[in-house]
């Protein structure tokens, strides 16, 4: 089963507006970290935001939240007032202690490709 | 502070051969990890060494290896390249390797085998 689920391979949004980007995930470990990047074209991962599970409250950082519904296992990303740079490759990742080995260790999904028109 | 920087950018090389790639970390991090990215299977995890310690193994075949220095630079190296092993290999560092720790990425190495 996939750990991390990306279910949209990409998206298109106006300049200015805002935008929901899914993640789901599937873990047995009760203590684990989501994490959301950002890969432009160049190819270096740029960290945007964390959330912790037992984070009470929803984390944000600038334009962009986390909305983290965790009995749904949910940790959509949202920007708002979309910018023509943030155009890009956005993955979904979670870190979890593995069953097998008991460490720890960053799965990621396989990324929305979002285009921001003008 | 300086970010995670990788050596080279870019490689060509031929199958058979062996290559192998640099990661010096964001200074004061300790744990650097190694992941591949292709088209076809998208990011995965090769391997986290912490502390000069492999923490953490990927499932990729023993052609695959590693190693950390004491200052915490990372080499990863590919024996008897084959052409799927073609790809974008990013190297990320973090100050631990707890739940909570982000790992921050380097530009990444592009290698493409012929």
């Known amino acids: 089963a996939q750990k991390i689920t990306q279910t949209q391979p990409g998206m298109f949004v106006q300049e200015k507006e805002a935008v929901t980007l899914d993640c789901t995930y599937d873990t047995s470990d009760p203590s684990y970290g989501l994490f959301w990047y950002k890969q432009p074209s160049s190819g270096e991962m740029i960290f945007l935001i964390y959330?912790?599970?037992?984070?009470?409250q929803n984390a944000t950082e600038g334009r962009y939240s986390l909305n983290f519904q965790k009995a749904r296992k949910s940790a959509n990303l949202v920007i708002s007032a979309s910018q023509l740079g943030d155009s890009a490759m956005y993955f979904c990742a979670m870190r979890e202690q593995l069953m097998d080995t008991g460490r720890r260790a960053l799965t990621f999904g396989s990324g929305t490709r979002l285009q921001v028109q003008p | 502070k300086a970010g995670v920087t990788q050596t080279p950018r870019y490689l060509i090389k031929t199958r058979g051969q062996q290559v192998t790639l640099s990661c010096s970390p964001i200074s004061g991090h300790r744990s650097v990890s190694w992941y591949q990215q292709t088209p076809g299977q998208g990011l995965q995890f090769l391997f986290e060494?912490?502390?000069?310690?492999?923490?953490n193994k990927g499932n990729f075949p023993g052609r695959f290896s590693g190693r950390q220095f004491s200052n915490s630079r990372s080499e990863m190296n590919v024996s008897t390249l084959e052409l799927g092993d073609s790809a974008l290999y990013l190297c990320a560092s973090s100050a631990t390797s707890g739940r909570a720790d982000t790992q921050y990425f380097g530009p990444g190495t592009r290698l493409t085998v012929l």
């Open positions: 060494y912490f502390s000069e310690t492999q923490r």
């Open positions: 959330q912790g599970s037992y984070d009470q």
